[in-house]
Each structure stands twice: as C-alpha cells, then as structure tokens.
C-alpha cells in the first residue's frame, strides 16, 4: 500500500526519522550518563514504546493509569507513574499494577502518600516513591527544599513505601540548587536522593548542563512539531509525524478548506501563529477551524491547490494529534510498512 | 454503582436532562412544522440517536463516514452527510452507506459532484445531493445563489444523482434571501428545492424565523455547554454534561491541579474565559492546561477543595469532549443508569 492511497486526514510516521530522533538522542544521554526514561504520553503505542526501550531507555514514563495498564499488557517491564494516584479505585489499580512490572510514582502532598503507603501495605509491596516540587512551571510538586525533604521523610516512615528521590518538570535553572538544598536538608536524615527525575523536549539537548539530574523524561522528541521547531530542539527535517489532508472545498480564490479541523489536530495554538505548518504550501495561513474542517488562506501563496489535492502538515503539538487518531501509519518513503493502533489512547483514566 | 464510585476524569450526562433537551426541542420544531435532523457528532453514541429518532426526527446528520457507518450499523435509517466526500475509496465506502440507509450528501463544487455521479452511477444508485452555500460563516459552500443554481443544474444532469435542495450552517439573516434568490434562478429549469437543510444549536430557538428553511441540524442541544450558556440557547440547569474531576494537587494557597486537562477538556476557549465552568466553585478561574492537569486559580473563593476533593465542570464545548472520551455516563439521581460507548468516536476518516 502506498501513501496516496491512505484516505485522509491520516496521521503518517515517516519511520527512518522516527528511528533517527530515538537513536539520536538516547546516544547524546548515553554519552553524559544520563538515564532515558521517554514518555510515552506522545504517542501511546507499545510498538515504539519498545523501539526506545531497545535503544536503551531504562524504562518509560506514563502520565496516566490506563496509559501504563496497556503498555504493562505489551510487556514494557519498568514503568514511572509521576502523577499523585488518589482514590480507592486507583490505587488498587495501581497495586495490580506494581505486581506486574518494576513501577515507581510520585507525590506532592501528605494525602497522597497516605493513600499510597495504605494501599501498599494492604498488598504488602513497597513502593518506590518520589517527591514532585515545583522548578517554575506552576503545576503540581512542592515549592520549597523544606517541604520536599518534609515529604521524602514521611515517605520514608510510611510502611509499604520507599524514599527514591525527586522529580520535576521541566529541567531548567532553578532544578539544580533545589535539589542541592534538598538533598543537604536529608544528610542529617540519611535519605540519600539516589534518583533526581527531570525532564522536557524543549531542553533535551540541555539535560546534561543539570548535574544533579540523573534520568531525562522527554516525549516529543520521537515526533517533533511546529512548538518544538519553534524552541529550536529539532529542525524541519527531524519531524517524523505528518498529517495528511485533503483540499476539500476551495470557496473562493483565496480560501481553502482541508478535511482536517480541532477532532485532528486540536485546538493548541501554544503561542504559534496557525493550526499547522502545509508544508506545499508554507506561506499558507491555517487561520481557523470547525471540528473536521480546517479553514486556510492561501492568499500569499503564488500557486493555488486544487480541490481533491492532498496536502501535508507539520501539526502544532505532536501529543494531543496521536491522542486524536485511533492509528498512526508507519511509512518508508511513499509505502506503508506498518500501521500501529495508539493502543493507550483515550485509556482509562 | 454510585456516581461517587466513578474514576475520575469523568463525562457524565444527566439521563432526565438529556431526555428533557431532546423532548423539548422536537416539541419546537414540531409546533413549527420543521423537520428535525440533529447532528449526532456532538455525542456519537447510537443509543442517543435512537432517543432523537424516538421523539420525532427525520434521521440524523453526520460529518464523517466513519460516523456515519457506525450509525448505520446500530440500525439509524435515514444518514445525511454535508460534507464534500472525495477520492475513490471514500466515494466505495460511501456508496455501500448508501444502499444500506436513506443516505443525502451535499457538494459545494463541480469537482465533488464529479465523484459522487460517477461512483452513484456504477452502482446504479441515485444519490439525493444538496448544493451547499455559505451563509456568511466563511467555511464551504458556494458564495453566491448563480453558483448555486449553476451546481443544482449540474447535479440535475448527472447519471446518479438527483437534486434535493440547498444546505448551509448556520441559519442566520442571509439564509433565507439566498435560498429566495437561487429558487427564483431554478425556477426556469423547472429545478426545485425542496429541502433547505439549515442549523445551529446557538440559533436553535429562532429556528421559525427562517420559513425557507425546512429542517433544522443542531448538534449541542442534548448536552449544553458554556458556549451555548454564554449564546443564552440554553440555561445552566438545561445542561446534562459534565465532566466530574478529582483536585490532586494544592501546591499552593490559591492554585488547585485538577486531574483533566487537554486530553479532557481540549484546549477550546470559544472566546471564553478559562477551561470549564467549576460548579462547586464557580469564582475559580480554569485559567491553564496540561494535557492530564488542570491549572485553576481558587483565590477568588471563600472556601477551597481539600485534595482528593471530587469537583463538577461544565466544558466550554461539549463536541470536542465527548470525542476526547470511551465512554459516557448516564446517570440518574447520584445512581449510574448506563455506560455507552462512544461509538464513533475517533471513527476512520
């Protein structure tokens, strides 16, 4: 089967590259002793899963219980939770999960940790546990050393819980003195912070300027997108994930309309002008969008497509398209070697 | 089983509030003598299909095939597809739909009609085809009632199909001079229209204000969202979806992580402020996403949630939700009544 004969919008993984982003950059974290450890959030199909894992990933991360559940079921044996599980029904969940495969997971506050050290030694596990803190984005994790340390010695107290370091999101300036402090508030303790998870795309080629940061969580960097193009981490070329649409209608001499709207490559702007990069066409102007059309303007393209054209797209952020898509299409030049279902997509919560 | 027992995130519809939209609605139509066609993108499901069907409408529209052979194979009989269908495979796939169910089609250019007449023709169907005009939204549709009757003609010749009427989204001030107009074109060719497919759920109430207008698709009208909260189509207490989120981070004073995000809610802002209206807190501010957390601001609330507190969202755009989930919830009272799959979602292009 050939490329043109994919019906569209169809989301197409041009699979040498896809090879070349793993290969890549595990190689930069093999040469400074960091650990891979890929979220897999990008793409949610076992198949590469495994691809990274035999590059020589540690393991993989995942954002969600359902997420890991189906890749546990594809045989993937290490498995990172940095998400605060909360809830009887989870955290059952998450102890069938313990049993299978080498997990670990993270939390930000007391209450977590009560359900977890709960759950865990209801099932007479132990868990390996992380203290998320705050490096400046804003979401989850503690603000300061002294809470972090506070927590990583509660977790250390908890019976069915072990104490295995820090994580945060993204690795940047504030990640290191904060891990430093941290680790001096627990000298006195004798916690050692063996593990110190951090993480980003956008800084993955800046992961070794962190010292104290000894595994690298990034998605994006298997797919690339117009956002990770924009902050520079990958070029044009190193973008693996593309999709394919249809000029479906061409209403005025301006206008066009492709078969793709907000159910194929969401709404995500993140601050980029467009919903997508036509690579045909790069003066077009993705200006708008109805769920399953999107509206373009072509006016300062010199060529014009025709109505049945198909057209290509660099989408905005490779995550929330594969999430859209129930598969993704392995291509090698203009054939299709393989079509993968995005097995963890939509999984449960 | 309990709404409290439910995982979390989760998209729940109140059965008596579903019931209540869709029995109100035909009610209007009904008393207007306008038939109804509702757009089941919104929920997906054929089990709400068969509640529209139920209470009075015609058949259902679909923007997909994919959607629209998961709703023949539940049984729906009567399917139309206002969407430009190109390329041979999907004109196959389109013409077994077709001598399965009732199917009608729109076209907005020459190019589409082409394909429809050639695949209708092999087949020995006759493909009911309605021209679409733009009524001022900019998306498809021809831009003038000559275009429009020019394409009527051309359907009106073409082995396969046979000419229905005129479609457009959404009904507004210009429909129903257009419709006028382009009657008054085809009335020489002894061409006529009978049906003029309009919609919107916005401007479903004024849905008599256009008398050219025979059928009216409206999609959001079973659930409700802060789009049509904020259009006045429907109160706060009509709406039946909500998403039920678990709060599972406080890291600080004011800010609460909620466990949806992108992947949940999509990134939709529809010109509104924040992510979803939180019931229980409705001063917070739904203000950032991640693709599995909820950024939400609570310094403007007297109280605060615990973590592991369970809260209650209405989304900004229930269309792009429910695509984002397996399943939906119907509930009754704080009792679980039904868990449907979300059939088409996700359907092959």
């Known amino acids: 089967m050939y490329i043109n004969q994919l019906e569209t919008p169809a989301a197409v993984v041009e699979l040498d590259k896809l090879e070349a982003n793993i290969a890549r950059f595990q190689r930069y974290l093999d040469e400074h002793g960091i650990a891979n ?8 199909i076992p198949e590469i ?14 954002q969600k219980i359902g997420e890991a559940e189906v890749m546990a079921q594809a045989g993937i044996p290490d498995i990172f939770l940095p998400y605060n599980i909360i809830g009887e029904s ?8 313990a049993r299978r495969v080498k997990l670990s997971v993270t939390a930000d506050s007391e209450f977590t940790l009560r359900g977890l050290s709960g759950a865990a030694q209801r099932e007479g596990l132990e868990l390996e546990t992380l203290v998320e803190f705050d490096s400046g984005l804003g979401r989850c994790g503690v603000q300061s050393p002294q809470e972090a340390a ?3 010695r509660i977790i250390a107290r908890s019976p069915g819980l072990r104490f295995g370091g820090l994580m945060t999101y993204p690795s940047n300036e504030n990640t290191d003195p904060f891990v430093v402090e941290t680790k001096a508030l627990l000298q006195k303790d004798g916690l050692a912070v063996a593990r110190v998870s951090g993480g980003s795309t956008p800084g993955m080629w800046q992961a070794h300027t962190h010292p104290e940061v000894t595994e690298h969580r990034a998605g994006m960097y298997i797919y690339g997108d117009r956002y990770t193009l924009k902050n520079g981490a990958m070029s044009q070329d190193d973008c693996s994930l593309k999709v394919i649409c249809t000029v479906v209608s061409r209403p005025t001499a301006e206008r066009g309309i492709l078969d793709g709207g907000s159910k194929t490559f969401s709404s ?3 601050g980029l002008e467009g919903y997508g990069l036509i690579l045909e066409y790069p003066d077009a102007v993705y200006y708008g969008q109805s769920e399953e059309h999107g509206h373009v303007d072509f006016s300062r393209c010199a060529r014009k497509p025709e109505i049945g054209e198909r057209v290509t797209l660099i989408p905005n952020h490779c995550c929330v398209v594969s999430n859209l898509f129930n598969q993704v299409v392995g291509v090698r030049g203009d054939k299709v070697g393989v ?3 995005v097995a963890a997509r939509g999984a449960l919560q």
Do not use: F
């Open 37 to 44: 450890r890929p979220h897999i959030k990008t793409h949610k």
């Open 49 to 62: 899963a495994h691809m990274q894992l035999k590059a020589g990933a540690v393991g993989i991360t995942c």
């Open 90 to 97: 989870k955290l059952e969940r998450l102890m069938r999960l």
């Open 150 to 152: 506070e927590l990583a």
């Open 268 to 270: 995500d702007l993140l």
């Open 339 to 341: 079509i993968w279902p």
